[in-house]
Structure formats: structure tokens, C-alpha cells
Antibody
Framework: EVQLVESGGGLVQPGRSLRLSCAAS????????MHWVRQSPGRGPEWVAG????????GYAESVKGRFTISRDNAKNSVYLQMNSLRPEDTALYFC???????????WGQGALVTVSS | QSVLTQPPSASGTPGQTITISCSGS????????VYWYHQLPGTTPKLLIY???RRPSGVPDRFSGSKSGTSASLAISGLQSEDEADYYC???????????FGGGTKLTVL
């Protein structure tokens, strides 16, 4: 069974940093691209960042470019999202999602809540 | 503003067939596969259709997808009360360099 388990969410002040982790199991991790998708209350999902199977291709939404960094460790079956200079508008449930590069997602985690507030 | 355009709402009665549209451009739907998800309140989005018209195992054949040019559609036949949810289309966008979602359609079963 495919499992994606996010961790690292929490309450953080504006301007501070937070690092999300996603532990994957149940599939061959380095066969897939991995992504972070967020969803604010009452709104639809928004793609945040993605990384190809070998980290050779990386992409970011304009709203987070220069502030967020996605990375992965295939030896640990994990993907990470380093979030710096956080803003109140970054408040959302952050999902880890699996997808072949150039395709949307076929599996999602349960999400990690990030709240940016003073 | 979403790159992919969906109607904000749709409705139908039990047993009816409804269709939800998703309109894009040549940089996304026109050249890429379309995926559809549904999301019940408080839950994770669930994949309904992938690669335009394929159903993952476990998804009833009441759900079907199609694509023509720069538009796609999700059809739900034999509408049931448990189909009441938010529905999202998604496709990779070559200009923006990642997958993009439609704004979502809230389906109400009357």
C-alpha cells in the first residue's frame, strides 16, 4: 500500500522558517517525481513545488519562488520542503503528492498544517 | 486566478447524468493529460480519472473523462448523494513548469 506521511507542520511567526518532511513507503520511490501541494481553508489545491526522480528537474510556483526549496533523499525515501521568509498567506494544509514528471498526482498524503501568524 | 477554468457549481438529482467542464490552453490541456479529483470536506483529494479517461481501480464506471482540444470534461452518470463533493481538474502546464488545478466545481445532489 502506498503511504505518504508528512511531518514538521506547526505554528510559526511571519518571517521565520519551517521544514516539512514526507516519508514514502509502499512503492519504488526513485521511480517517481514528488510534489508539495497546499490548500488554504475554503480554497482549491495549489501546486507549490515539484522534483523529478533524480532531482534533475525542479519547479516552483511563482508565489514561493526564492523562498521555498524542495529536495529529496532517495536513500531515505523522503522528500522535503524548506520554507523560509514565511508569510501569513502561506498558511495552509501542505500535502506531499506523488506523480510521474510532466503528469499530475496519483497519490496524496494526509497533509501537514502550517500556520503563519504572530 | 486559475489557469484551468471550471464552473464554480453544478447540481443534479439522483440518477441523473451531469458533466463538469474544464477549459485550458495549448500549454496545458492541449498538449498534456488531464486528471480529475474529488474532495469531500475535511478529506484529501482522491484521484478519479487519470490520463484523460482512465479510471484507477476502485473508481466506479459511473465516472468517465474525455478531452478534446484544449478542453476536458468529467461525466458522472447515475448520480448518487455520496457524489456531493468538490471536483477539480488538473494538467501539467508547460509555461508555468508544474501541474495546475482548475478552480473547482462544487457538486450538489438535490
Amino acid at each position: 500500500e502506498v503511504q505518504l506521511v508528512e511531518s514538521g507542520g506547526g505554528l510559526v511567526q511571519p518571517g521565520r522558517s519551517l521544514r516539512l518532511s514526507c516519508a514514502a513507503s509502499g512503492f519504488t520511490f526513485d521511480d517517481f517525481g514528488m510534489h508539495w501541494v497546499r490548500q488554504s481553508p475554503g480554497r482549491g489545491p495549489e501546486w507549490v513545488a515539484g522534483i523529478s526522480w533524480n532531482s534533475g528537474k525542479i519547479g516552483y510556483a511563482e508565489s514561493v519562488k526564492g523562498r521555498f526549496t524542495i529536495s529529496r533523499d532517495n536513500a531515505k525515501n523522503s522528500v522535503y520542503l524548506q520554507m523560509n521568509s514565511l508569510r501569513p498567506e502561506d498558511t495552509a494544509l501542505y500535502f506531499c503528492a506523488r506523480g510521474i514528471w510532466l503528469e499530475p498526482f496519483d497519490q496524496w498524503g494526509q497533509g501537514a498544517l502550517v500556520t503563519v501568524s504572530s | 486566478q486559475s489557469v484551468l477554468t471550471q464552473p464554480p457549481s453544478a447540481s443534479g438529482t439522483p440518477g441523473q447524468t451531469i458533466t463538469i467542464s474544464c477549459s485550458g490552453s495549448s500549454s496545458n490541456i492541449g498538449g498534456r493529460h488531464v486528471y480529475w479529483y474529488h474532495q469531500l470536506p475535511g478529506t484529501t483529494p482522491k484521484l478519479l480519472i487519470y490520463k484523460n479517461n482512465r479510471r484507477p481501480s476502485g473508481v466506479p464506471d459511473r465516472f468517465s473523462g474525455s478531452k478534446s482540444g484544449t478542453s476536458a470534461s468529467l461525466a458522472i452518470s447515475g448520480l448518487q448523494s455520496e457524489d456531493e463533493a468538490d471536483y477539480y481538474c488538473a494538467a501539467w502546464d508547460d509555461t508555468l513548469g508544474g501541474p495546475k488545478f482548475g478552480g473547482g466545481t462544487k457538486l450538489t445532489v438535490l
